[in-house]
């Protein structure tokens, strides 16, 4: 099936640093959403984003809806221990229930 | 419970056998979707209930794939002769509907299905 472009695929930063991941699609979706699943769990929502150009803020997380509606991209700032995990995107089309994921961005804390 | 429940947390099966995997959504929501997620990858739309109705199955893999919800409610996931390939967790998720839209749907833990 249909995965949206994720990328890193992963990432090792330190505590402290700023994070950012990006997602792309060949089709337009009309809401773009982002979660966070961590090991033995189903995925979490974060942030989802409604309009494109959107931009919108969760605590340390920010992510935009690009213009074109086909892309995406997701920052974390000052990153703590709790952050590690694994980020999916996942776009959601017009009428279209379902949600297309992307490949994962897997973030891993180096101490 | 207050979350989407699903059992069991993990089924091992002989190539061949039939598997029956179980979702209890949160009480009240309308929607209802199954999501298979293979090692690494992201999860994969199978498909999406509203009610009883299901809606939307372009995501099943095969005809051996049969999903219910009856009573609009519990639903189950079926999978018959199971092969190698279908070891993946399985995901199932739930909405409640404002007017047309769906609002955010929240995932169970999944179960992981092991094809010996």
């Known amino acids: 099936g249909q995965q949206l472009n994720q990328s890193p695929q992963s990432m090792f930063i330190q505590e402290g640093e700023d994070v950012s991941m990006n997602c792309t699609s060949s089709s337009i979706f009309n809401t773009w959403l982002w979660y966070k699943q961590d090991p033995g769990e189903g995925p979490v929502l974060l942030i989802a984003l409604y309009k494109a150009g959107e931009l919108t803020s969760n605590g340390r997380l920010t992510a935009q809806f690009g213009i074109t509606r086909k892309d995406s991209f997701l920052n974390i700032s000052a990153s703590i221990p709790s952050d590690v995990g694994i980020y999916f995107c996942a776009g959601q089309g017009v009428g279209n229930e379902k949600l297309t994921f992307g490949t994962g961005t897997r973030l891993t804390i180096i101490p | 419970g207050a979350g989407v429940s699903q059992s069991p947390r993990y089924k091992v099966a002989k190539r061949g056998q039939d598997v029956a995997l179980r979702c209890d959504p949160i009480?009240?929501?309308?929607?209802l979707f199954w999501y298979q997620q293979a090692l690494g990858q992201g999860p994969e739309f199978l498909t999406y209930f509203q009610n009883e109705a299901q809606l939307d199955k372009s995501g099943l893999p095969s005809d051996r794939f049969f999903a219910e919800r009856p009573e609009g409610s519990v639903s189950t996931l079926k999978i018959q002769r199971t092969q190698q390939e279908d070891s993946a967790v399985y995901l199932c998720?739930?909405?409640?509907?404002?007017?047309?839209?769906?609002?955010?749907?929240?995932f169970g833990q999944g179960t992981r299905l092991t094809v010996v």
């Open positions: 998720a739930s909405s409640y509907q404002q007017g047309l839209m769906n609002t955010e749907a929240f």
């Open positions: 009480s009240g929501h309308v929607s």
